[in-house]
Structure formats: C-alpha cells, structure tokens
C-alpha cells in the first residue's frame, strides 16, 4: 500500500533550522509531484510548498518563500522541506502529500497523505 513517513520534526527556537524528510513507498515516486502542507491548532490545513516530479518546477507559500526549501531525490523516494529562520508562526504539524500529474497548491488535489510531524517553534 502506499505510505508516506515524515520525520524530522522538533522543538527548537526562533532562527534555528529543521529539515523534515517524507520517504514514500507503494508509488512510483518519480511519477509524482509532492506538496507540504502544515496545520496549526484551531486552524486550517494550509498549503507550505510544492515541487513537480522532476524537481524543475517548486513554489511556495508566501509566508515561507526565502527561508523554506523544498527537494527531492526521486532515487531515495524522498521529499525534503529546509526550514531556515524559524519563526513561532511556523509552529504546526507538517503534513507531506502525492499526486500525479501537476503539483497542487490545493490539499484536496492529494489523494495520498503521511501521518504528519510536529514542528513547534519557541520565541
């Protein structure tokens, strides 16, 4: 069946840096594009970044541009997230998501979803 694991997750400070890691298995990863996605408590999941198949084509939200980095090595199955320059609004769990075809700004558009991570951010 298809999974999808994310890890990387932690409690850190204002300015530090996490890398979130999702391997996928069940898919052939290299057909698909991924997104991140994060859900802070009492709100909405919400769109983070997303990268095409071939890793050419990543966008991000407008709160995360210049300090997230998305990534992906089709030959480890995995997807990355770099987050540099922490910031307590970033406190959310962190969600990773398939799809074929175009990547997806729309968390409705991923029908495949890992567990989740926990990334808590303290001022």
């Known amino acids: 069946q298809v999974q999808l694991v994310e890890s990387g997750g932690g409690l850190v400070q204002a300015g530090d840096s996490l890398r979130l890691s999702c391997v996928v298995s069940?898919?052939?990863?290299?057909?698909?594009?991924m997104g991140w996605f994060r859900q802070a408590p009492g709100k909405e999941r919400e769109f983070v970044s997303r990268i095409s198949w071939s890793g050419e084509t990543r966008n991000y939200a407008d709160s995360v541009k210049g300090r997230f980095t998305i990534s992906r090595d089709n030959v480890k199955n995995t997807v990355y997230l770099q987050m540099n320059s922490l910031k307590p609004e970033d406190t959310a769990v962190y969600y990773c998501?398939?799809?074929?075809?175009?990547?997806?700004?729309?968390?409705?558009?991923?029908?495949?979803w890992g567990q989740g991570t926990q990334v808590t951010v303290s001022s």
């Open positions: 069940g898919i052939t990863f290299s057909r698909y594009a």
């Open positions: 998501a398939a799809k074929t075809g175009v990547s997806s700004w729309l968390s409705s558009d991923y029908p495949y």
